[in-house]
């Protein structure tokens, strides 16, 4: 039985002064369970603080929301897996459908940061997920199996057994609208299959999220599907008594 994880993606929200005092809140109102894993996604300019106000909370894990494939050097405005590492974190998300959409981001791209995370000793979350063009042509599977086997194509066995992936469809982000727990379940079970070819044999090791447009109200129906291993949260992060909430469900 997998523990349940939770996982916030704040995305552009909430600079380090914001981010201490909703963790400082959270972890107030949020005792210590080892029944559930919560991961927090702040900014890259907000990871020193976080990792700072969780360093007593081993049950509450950090993650950067992006990072650079190269350890160091002339890439103004990244962040490698390094640095994140350096201010706590141990989760890398990866080819978010922002990533993919607004700032280009290839399938190529994802396995390199992929490849990176690990190699730096971050667990990549990869996300995948099909646009509403591609969900309307009936290519959910193909297009989320392509992400998947490309994302992790430059992955270890060892590294592919302890990773965390995120089925996302884009259409369901930010915009109220959530795949039905029964569709969620036919597409993570696919990702569950590919794993267990992977690895021939048990894929038990990883967590596949859902993702898009959960809130409180929705959290136990989604969770409770079938291969739903945990829930990735944007909007409904944002806010410390809704997110207490859905951790909490
Ligand atoms: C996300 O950003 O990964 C996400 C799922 O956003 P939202 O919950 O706002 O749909």
Not at 85 to 112: I, N, P, Y
Not at 135 to 142: E, I, L, N, Y
Request: aromatic share 8%; proline share 5%.
């Amino acid at each position: 039985m997998r523990k349940p994880v939770f996982a916030a993606n704040w995305k552009m929200n909430y600079g380090p002064q914001e981010t201490r005092g909703f963790l400082l809140k959270f972890l107030a109102s949020y005792p210590p369970r080892d029944d559930r894993t919560v991961i927090f996604f702040p900014p890259a300019v907000s990871l020193a603080v976080a990792g700072f106000a969780l360093r007593d909370r081993p049950d509450v894990l950090l993650g950067v929301q992006n990072i650079h494939w190269e350890e160091k050097g002339a890439f103004t405005g990244e962040t490698s897996a390094q640095m994140a590492r350096d201010c706590g974190a141990t989760v890398a998300l990866v080819g978010h459908s922002e990533r993919r959409q607004l700032f280009g981001e290839t399938d190529e791209m994802t396995a390199r940061k992929c490849a990176a995370a690990a190699r730096a000793g971050l667990t990549p979350l990869l996300c995948v997920g099909e646009r509403a063009d591609e969900r309307d042509r009936g290519t959910t599977q193909p297009v989320v199996m392509r992400q998947l086997k490309t994302g992790v194509g430059r992955l270890e066995k060892t590294q592919l057994a302890s990773m965390l992936v995120a089925y996302e469809p884009v259409w369901a982000i930010g915009t109220g609208k959530t795949a039905r727990p029964e569709d969620a379940t036919i597409v993570h079970s696919a990702i569950r299959r590919y794993f267990r070819e992977a690895l021939s044999g048990s894929a038990d090791s990883v967590a596949i999220l859902y993702g898009g447009s959960v809130n409180a109200d929705n959290t136990a129906e989604l969770i409770a599907a079938p291969e739903v291993d945990g829930l990735l949260v944007g909007g409904a992060s944002l806010d410390v008594d809704t997110w207490t909430r859905i951790v909490s469900t």
